[in-house]
């Protein structure tokens, strides 16, 4: 479990996003507010180290806001289950020699 006291993990909660001409962008200045396509009601994308890892709510408490986890992600099966391949002319990620070590 030391090991993971120091382990440094960049969490990022995704709220909404907005898409904008750069000449807008260097127009902003302090106080400018940026529409979101999203509302308070929607769910929140949470990254891990910019990895999609879990879904969750905002919830407002008094003066804190915090993100209530909802649903964890889970990676793909082409990383999770060995030798799987991807394509036709893929090859598997372990070979079957591994397989019999």
Known sequence: MAVFETLKV???VVLGRARMPLHMLLR???GAVIELEASDSDMVEILANDHPIA???IVV???RISVEVT???RKAAAIVEPGTTIGDSATPFF???YASD
């Open 10 to 12: 960049d969490l990022t």
């Open 28 to 30: 902003m200045g302090r």
């Open 55 to 57: 879904r969750g709510q």
């Open 61 to 63: 408490t008094g003066d």
């Open 71 to 73: 649903e964890l992600i």
């Open 95 to 97: 070979e079957d020699s």
